[in-house]
């Protein structure tokens, strides 16, 4: 897995830098006093997600599709390849470009890393697992995806990413690590990008029935942003290849989160089923104990105190477009 090292990034590149994941971690790195090179072809990010930054000199925020070329000029310590549609409303919209940005960006990210001697860290994802007959979810275990379902390109993409990155390292000598991430909400998420949280926030500040796939009994880990970014950086700052687990182990029904969301926003919106989307996976929860035993990581942020914060943004984000 790697020597446990602590290594210093004085200048990082974060692809799908100004996308959710992305932003905050651009906004973290430049807090702990890193130049910052934020690529992004804003297809599903917005460069409003990091207009807060752009004022400080060590921040430089490119408009950039990966699946082009990527070059950056000067030394790179850190790569953090975070570009890719993450939700099924994008990679549904986006089939083509989700393979190519899986794949293809992929390739172009670790050839950057490799260019510059930097360490490269991958932002997988927890679809890998697919619909998993093994619970909660190890890094040993290999998953149970369709190919040729409509999750496929996401899901496909990300093993592809996952099989490339490996590749690199062992036979390209880069220092390439991979975290699979968790379910993650709080603020910036897009509020229209069909993922559960955001939309059941929306539609329960504007008084609209909250839509919830199914019975609601199908469960997911949750995990504040906050706690995401301290585990991806301290990922990027040790020598382990992963891939590590980040995400939250306290598992919750869609119908809990989707009752608390009421709760949270003293909303009185009713509940209405809709049909669950083909391939929903029925549980979701990460084993988090590599992460804890390898970079001493665990959440730190209640789903009661993530959740108060993350309403609090969408309903300002609300009130200012009102």
């Not at 830098?17 to 072809?41: I, K, P, R, T």
């Not at 260019?115 to 190890?138: C, I, N, W």
């Not at 700052?237 to 182990?249: A, E, F, K, M, T």
Request: aromatic share 6%; hydrophobic share 40%.
């Amino acid at each position: 897995m790697g020597e446990s090292v602590m290594r210093e990034i004085r200048r990082a590149v974060v692809t799908g830098g100004a996308g959710f994941l992305g932003s905050h971690l651009c906004e973290a790195l430049l807090a702990q006093g890193c130049e910052v090179v934020c690529l992004d072809n804003f297809l599903t990010g917005t460069p409003a997600n990091v207009a807060h930054l752009t004022h400080q000199p060590g921040f430089h925020l490119h408009r950039c599709d990966l699946t082009d070329f990527v070059h950056v000029p000067g030394e790179v310590d850190l790569v953090l390849h975070f570009a890719s549609p993450a939700s099924p409303i994008d990679y549904l919209q986006l089939p083509i470009h989700t393979l190519k940005v899986g794949a293809i960006g992929t390739w172009h990210a670790l050839g950057l890393a490799k260019d510059k001697g930097a360490r490269f860290v991958l932002a997988s994802t927890s679809e890998v697992y697919g619909d998993p007959l093994v619970h909660p979810q190890p890094e040993t275990y290999w998953g149970n995806v369709n190919p040729i379902g409509p999750r496929g390109v996401y899901d496909e993409g990300k093993r592809y990413g996952e099989a490339l990155t490996t590749a690199y390292r062992v036979s390209e000598g880069v220092d390439a690590a991979i975290v699979r991430i968790f379910n993650t909400y709080g603020p910036r998420m897009r509020p229209h990008d069909g993922r559960a949280i955001p939309t059941f926030i929306n539609q329960a500040l504007a008084g609209e029935p909250v839509t919830m796939a199914g019975d609601g009994e199908q469960t997911r880990s949750i995990c504040y942003v906050d706690d995401l970014v301290r585990g991806i950086l301290a990922m990027a700052r040790s020598g382990h290849s992963g891939p590590v687990n980040l995400g939250n182990p306290t598992e919750l029904s869609v119908l809990q989160i989707a009752r608390d969301i009421l709760a949270a926003t003293g909303s009185s919106s009713p509940l209405e089923h809709v049909a669950r989307p083909v391939d929903d996976p029925q549980v979701r929860r990460p084993d988090t104990s590599l992460a804890e035993e390898l970079l001493g990581w665990e959440p730190r942020v209640p789903w009661a105190e993530g959740l108060e914060r993350t309403v609090a943004w969408f309903a300002e984000q609300q009130r200012s477009s009102a």
